[in-house]
């Protein structure tokens, strides 16, 4: 029995309010007792406005080895795309082992301590399954362990390039040739205590709509995500195929399901909000690669009144900063709306928090209270950026950066402290390295 | 004679290319010579990427009071302003310089060595003139110097609460009565090493179209600004008054002429862009503040190609980080037009430049050349944020924050070292005090 002690001078507790002088007491990695106007005592202190650890949604590892390489020049999602591919096809398992260690160990720093990965790089050049055939999400479980952080491992079942269009070079290395054989593979894998295991069909343009129903055959509890609506090019192929939108599609071979994540979903018909709403599907936004790519600004708000949760991610790795991902959704719904306050602080806190940790299966993580998981993340009220705020939660929202993390706690375990990551000691480093070395 | 030498790793050398191992010999705060392929030798060494200071284009200094608690709740601009009023009206000389001297140290922090402060809040409560009539301003020099920064003050003729409106009570403190008073008040002024004078016509809100040719009449080498079209609602009240739109009116009235600056330019008619772009007016965005307010994206990429020169500005301060205001117009461009790249980094870097310098009344500044005043700010490539990138000039515009700003020299003179204010020690706490004595 491992037992430990945090106390905050504010907490975000659940569900959802600031407390003040908050002991935490923890034992296996788990709140067994919260005491509000308490003393430190023997307690470990975290100075600011400690929050539960937050939720990456939706992370492609390696799209980090593009930032500052990318962003510039003419085009649009399709030739960052090219970019994109020509990164992955020079990956191995070791090289993506020492990358996703080093952006998972930024993910830390920035308060992230669970991040679902949603992995469609499977095979080696060409297809070519390797000998431990679930070897490279393998390499992203153990980066995870490395950086301290949990995760979930979205299996994605890719198999065409296009609707009705074949795989290209790089493509090959995504495919398991169909879906029976992908979900065969995935379902051969085991999780661990750190790790969850769940499901993804990459979007209808890489899963063909007769192979939909063996993606959607997986278990129902299990996170099952998915690609919807991330450009108008991909619902205008969708219609001329299939005759429906993409999240039509999606519903109708049960893919999207209650309780699944649509991703991105920008381009949405009115109907697809409210059919998204009526079943109980969650979205999850990645506003700071969505304007990045020029996809657009989906609609939260709709969505969200529809009835549909929403989670958040960093995606493309532009940028690695929950409080910015939340941030850039509000400000992006006010640049399409000219309204203010489309979202209040506790509902955008709440997306990175409670939401993101359903969506990738860690359902009662990103709370505290008794029971939960013991992940905690200080942030620092007294930066340039924080200083001068009145209430914490609006200052986390509308203020800091992930650059105002101080302490990240996992199950009980220090990860970093004083801003220093405790197991990656210089994550810059371990960066430039990772990425030098695939550019080299 | 004061003489000083600076090294650094790489440079962004006038006009716009990275140099590698560039020495700078400062003689008088100007640079005498500039040496690339160099050592170090005795020169201090400033590692990362060097570029010249940052100029930010428009500020009001206290609204950085409202950061944290100002965000959130519904509404609108209109909303957002009762609140911003209810702390101008708290302000004195000696709080106004209190919180503008910890402001301006964040700028500092930011890289940020010339702020044009546009500035309004000229009088007493109620109006009434202070005894020294320009002390309010006074503070805003001084607090320039404590910070180390330069500073243009663009003193702001601000007459009637709205189009034929009376001004309310907290609006009396920046009135002058009419154009004549406030030409006598501001032409009072004197300048300094530090200090450049400029004026302003508050909007088309504020100044009444009869008054506007005693505002136009300063001289034309001197800077001028405006608000313009910040929001649909100023523009409808403009064309019911007076038939035209704001930027129709300002330049009939000669406020916006050469070398001029309109600020904001939100809702422009396609009329409007070609009037500005042939005129040869300049524009200066605040995209962090116009999305916060809701305001809209203006039409950035059409003014430039128009032929309008393009600064930035924090302006509200939600945020004070030149990187993002620049990556966030380029970003807003993105997601208003669906295409990437619709200004490349070094037209971006630019804008916070040299464009922002000229706007400003600094021209020369911004540019690491012989016979430039000698700015440097230094980033660091290995942080979480910047490292794996490969051209320095992109890292800074889509991957650098504020936070990556290590080293600022301003006129030879050493104002940031390691990330550390070397005259305001501790800025956030400065900012806390000066925040907290506001609501106390």
Sequence with gaps: MLSSSWWCEQAWLWPGRVADRVRLDVTDGTFTAITEESEAGDAHRLAGFVLPGLANTHS????????????????????????MYAVAARLDPDSYLALARAVYA???????????????????????????????????????????IRITLLDTCYLTGGIGAPLDDVQRRFSDGDADRWAERALSRAGGPHVRLGFAAH??????????????????????????????????????????????????????????????????????IDLLGDRGIDVCFCPTTERDLADGIG?????????????????????????????????????????????????????????????????????LRVGAPADLVAIGLDSVRTAGGADPAATAVFAATAADVTDVVVGGHPVVRESVHLRVPDVGHALSEAIGALYG
């Design 299 to 367: 609609p939260a708000k709709r969505l969200n009144q529809a009835g549909c949760g929403i989670s958040v991610g960093s995606d493309g790795h532009a940028v690695i900063d929950l409080f910015e991902e939340v941030r850039a959704l509000e400000m992006h719904e006010r640049l399409a709306t000219g309204e203010r306050g489309r979202f209040d602080p506790e509902a955008l806190l709440d997306m990175a928090l409670t939401q993101g940790h359903w969506a990738l299966g860690w359902a009662g993580a990103g709370q």
């Design 60 to 83: 492609h590892a390696f799209h980090r080895a593009l930032r500052g390489r990318s962003h510039q020049g003419g085009g649009s999602f399709w030739s960052w795309r090219e970019t």
């Design 106 to 148: 930024e993910m830390a720093l920035a308060g992230i301590t669970c991040v679902g990965e949603f992995h469609y790089l499977h095979h080696g050049p060409g297809g070519t399954p390797y000998n431990e055939p679930n070897v490279m999400q393998t390499a992203l479980a153990e980066a995870a362990a490395a950086a301290g």
């Design 203 to 272: 979007s209808v343009r890489a899963v063909p709509a007769d192979q939909l129903a063996t993606v959607a055959a997986m278990r129902p509890q299990d996170p099952m995500h998915v690609h919807v609506s991330e450009q108008p090019a991909e619902n205008a192929a969708c219609l001329a195929a299939y005759g429906r939108t993409p999240a039509a599609l999606l519903v109708e071979h049960h893919v999207l399901r209650h309780g699944a994540t649509a991703v991105h979903a920008t381009h949405l018909s009115d109907s697809d």
